[in-house]
C-alpha cells in the first residue's frame, strides 16, 4: 500500500509538471489554471486590504460569524454527550462546500442505502456488502483514468465527470 501511494504521487507530480509545459497551461482545462489559483484572493481581497474610503463591515457579518460558531459548538457538544446524535460539525461546516453542492444526492443515496443495510442487516451484513460499494467507486475512478490515458495517446475529448 505504501509502495503504491508512492509510486501514484510521484507519478502525479511528474505529470503536474509535464503536462502543463508540454501542453501550455492556459490550453488545459480552464478551471484548475485559470480560475481556481487566484479565485479566493480576488474574493477576499478587498477585506484584506486596507483602503482610503475603509468602508464599514455590515452588522450581520459577525452575527452571522457567532451563529456559526455556536451552532458548531452545540453539535460537537451533542456529538459528545448524546450517543447516537445524527449531526456532525464537520457536516455542518461542509454543507456548504462545491462538493456537497454538487454530489448531495449521490451522498443521500449512499446515507439511505447505508442506514437501511445497518437497520436491517447490522454491522455483519454492512461488512459483507462493503467490497461491492468500495468497487464501485474506484471503478468511477478507474474509468476516469482510463479515459485521460486515451485522451492523452489518441486526443479524444474525455466525458464529463462531476468534479471541477
Known sequence: ??????AAIAVAFVF????PYTYRALNLYGYVYERQPTQFFRAN???????VSETPVPAFRPLFFTMGFVMTLLLAWGRS??????FHPLGFAMSAT???IVLWFSMLVAWLIKALLLCYGGMPLCRRV?????????GEFFSAAVWAVLALLYGVDTPVYAWP
Open 130 to 138: 462493503r467490497p461491492f460499494f468500495l468497487g464501485l467507486i474506484f
Open 45 to 51: 481581497a478587498p477585506f484584506m486590504t486596507p483602503s
Open 98 to 100: 462545491w462538493g456537497v
Open 1 to 6: 500500500m505504501t509502495v503504491g501511494i508512492l
Open 16 to 19: 503536474q509538471w509535464w503536462l
Open 81 to 86: 454527550v448524546f450517543p447516537g446524535f445524527p
